[in-house]
């Protein structure tokens, strides 16, 4: 009893107790979920009229991209330039695809798996893969449907299992044939808006005898800057007027001002003379040696290689000393684009260039199985067997299609794609006879279908030593800047301090979250990326972008919206100022009462120029630049008639038609409404993507990532 009464008494400390221990558990799981959120928010690195874009789905096809590069280009690594401009290339593509989709599913357009085949084997094959290269006929140079046919029945079945060649050209085609269905969606889209937009006759006939009608004229002109600013006053309401007429021109992107240094990170003179004096003290080793192969692997930026070169192979240095050049020569050290270069002559024969390979290549489970094969194999084609054939029948790779085909190889290719023993066959082996060779991928059965004439070739050896900053360098530009910083610690001083230093600083220079570089500099988006994280006042630490160092500082943000009225004050200004000083100009012309345009040059101190060929759909005039209100002037001017003063976009102009000439053709209404119909279609097919691009409510996050 006495148990209970303590409880009774501390009833409400125990309620308080149980309260706290009931909240934290709620909160507990409410702030576990909240981290299960926060890290869903954090995986979308944008937003399309409320569509999220996973950062995961975005890596995906990024990687996608990347891969379709590096087959098409051969390489296995893509620099960080080119990774920048796929990550923006995606980015604009799934806004695309995306504003795209929203549209054409309103209206029910699809691309169904009939009009697929008719794109890829029909009759409309798709422009994608009409211009790709891995499909055109290198003896006719178009596209043909065969080899096409021959990739897919290659690719069919491929699965994870498969040899990763088959899975790649698999991942190829698959890319290509979304961006197939993409391209025919939009081509629907734009067609079904052009065909509801028809040209009538009125509309061809003003298009017809705008451009029909030519016009060669004399003109004088006084330009806007002859006269002073100083004369000329612009009123506020004036400029606020204007900036209310053109606000919706004025819209922007969240953005950051920034001012920044970027200091070079280039050799100094000790640089300079240390590689010099280095090649300099391997120049008698090197002239004297037989064996250059290890001395130039061990001092030169690029390899030896073991295989002759016609001259057409070298570079126009390396050409002109191989083609005047002795056996055992040396030429150099010389010094250009930024290297030392020393050449020696090893040695030099007369032989063919290239030679046309065919091959049969075997690789079979253990090396017995795969010697009787190819004693097999030769047995047959000294039979008089069809080495196509059997090239079809037993190769193992991708040329076995081709019947064993592999096209023309020089020494160096064979070197490289194959090997030494490989270049070896295939450069003395007899024409039209089977010579067997092994190499890393298997045993060969090769054959030498061609060969060219035999023409100088010379095996050269070539240090090439560039000049880069040292370790020394590299640190005392760095510690120079530091010192800067340490000095001039906020984002007010380096802009006073950057001139006694000796470094260019730049200043209110606007970025956008999507700009990859800062101006020119390589590897910058670092600082981009940086300033979006910090605000006004902060000044950051040095960051190494490729050659440079830079530092930058954040000046101000410019929210999204629109950009305000002192933003664009100062064009507002300059353009109404140039408005009044075409009236002053104007009217001051107009009262002097001037007869001829010589009588206007020497009035407005400037002499009388010609121009020929301006109709009313002339965009630029030649030597004078785009001034349309000139250009409908000319189109109505009677011909040796003296103008009024016109005012253009430049200055003031008086001009007289001297001569107008009437294209010989006939009008044809029919042909100018399919013109101009072919020509708005055209147009329609960006324009009316690209708007519904603008238009639509696109938040992209990427810099928090990338």
Request: with cysteine.
């Amino acid at each position: 009893m006495a148990t209970l009464e303590k409880i009774r008494n501390k009833a409400g400390l125990l309620i308080l107790v149980v309260g706290i221990a009931l909240f934290a558990f709620i909160i507990g799981d409410f702030l576990r979920s909240g981290s299960t959120y926060f890290r869903q928010s954090q995986e979308v690195i944008g937003k399309i009229d409320g569509n999220e874009i996973k950062i995961h789905d975005y890596n995906q096809r990024v990687d996608e991209m990347a891969e379709m590069y590096k087959m098409q280009s051969g390489q296995n690594s893509l620099p960080e330039e080119y990774m920048t401009q796929i990550r923006e290339s995606v980015f604009q593509n799934i806004v695309r695809d995306t504003v795209m989709a929203e549209e054409t599913g309103k209206l029910g357009l699809t691309v169904t798996p009939e009009e697929l085949f008719d794109m890829v084997q029909g009759e409309n094959i798709s422009p994608v893969l009409l211009q790709m290269q891995i499909f055109v006929n290198p003896e006719t140079g178009t596209f043909d449907k065969t080899a096409l046919l021959d990739f897919l029945k290659r690719i069919e079945g491929v699965n994870e299992a498969s040899p990763a060649d088959l899975i790649q050209e698999k991942n190829f085609w698959l890319f290509w044939e979304k961006s197939m269905k993409q391209q025919r969606l939009e081509q629907k889209y734009t067609t079904l808006l052009s065909k509801a937009i028809v040209a009538n006759p009125i509309d061809a006939k003003d298009a017809f005898e705008s451009a029909a009608v030519n016009s060669d004229i004399a003109y004088v002109m006084q330009s806007y800057a002859s006269v002073p600013d100083s004369t000329v006053s612009v009123s506020k309401s004036e400029v606020e007027k204007r900036y209310n007429e053109r606000k919706e021109l004025y819209k922007q992107k969240e953005a950051k001002v920034i001012k920044y240094i970027a200091v070079d990170i280039v050799p100094s003179q000790e640089d300079y003379d240390n590689v010099s004096n280095e090649i300099e003290g391997i120049k008698d080793e090197f002239k004297s040696s037989a064996n250059v192969a290890d001395l130039v692997n061990e001092y030169s930026e690029v390899p030896y290689m073991d295989v002759y070169f016609s001259l057409n192979a070298f570079d126009p240095d390396l050409k002109q000393f191989a083609a005047t050049a002795q056996v055992g020569d040396v030429h150099g050290p010389v010094f250009a684009d930024n290297k030392y270069r020393m050449f020696k002559l090893v040695d030099k024969i007369m032989a063919p260039d290239s030679v046309k390979v065919s091959h049969i290549m075997l690789a079979g489970s253990s090396a017995a199985a795969t010697a009787a094969l190819a004693d097999s194999l030769k047995n047959e084609l000294k039979k008089g067997a069809d080495f196509a054939a059997l090239a079809g029948q037993y190769s193992m790779d991708r040329s076995a299609q081709n019947g064993g085909e592999l096209g023309w190889f020089t020494e160096a290719t064979a070197l490289r794609g194959v090997g030494a023993d490989f270049r070896d066959a295939v450069f003395s082996a007899p024409l039209n006879e089977v010579v067997e060779v092994k190499s890393n991928y298997g045993t060969h059965l090769v054959k030498i279908t061609g060969k060219t004439a035999n023409v100088n070739k010379y095996k050269v050896a070539d240090i090439d030593m560039s000049v880069s900053p040292s370790s020394k360098t590299y640190s005392k530009i760095y510690n120079e800047l530091n010192q800067f910083l340490t000095k001039n610690g906020t984002a007010e001083k380096i802009e006073s301090g950057a001139k006694e230093a000796g470094y260019n600083i730049l200043t209110n220079v606007t970025v956008t979250a999507d700009n990859q570089t800062l101006g020119n500099i390589k590897n910058s988006r670092q600082v981009i990326r940086w300033a979006f994280k910090e605000d006004k006042g902060a000044l950051s630490d040095i960051f190494e972008c490729d050659d440079k160092f830079v530092v930058a500082a954040v000046q101000g943000t410019l929210k999204e919206g629109y950009r305000s009225l002192n933003a664009v004050k100062p064009q507002l200004e300059a353009e109404i100022r140039n408005e009044k000083k075409g009236d002053m100009i104007a009217s001051a012309l107009a009262s002097k009462g001037a007869v001829s345009l010589d009588q206007y040059a020497g009035l407005t101190n400037s002499k009388v120029d010609t121009v020929k060929f301006v109709n009313f759909d002339t965009r630029r005039i030649t030597g004078i630049g785009i001034e349309p209100k000139l250009n409908g002037y000319i189109a109505v001017a009677e011909v040796n008639k003296l103008s009024e003063p016109v005012k253009g976009n430049n200055g003031v102009y008086v001009f007289e038609v001297y001569n107008r000439e009437k294209d010989a053709r006939e009008y044809n209404e029919a042909d100018e409404i399919k013109s101009l119909e072919a020509a708005n279609a055209y147009r329609y097919s960006y324009q009316v993507i690209q708007e519904l691009v603008d238009n639509a409510d696109v938040k992209d996050t990427r810099i928090r990532y990338y």
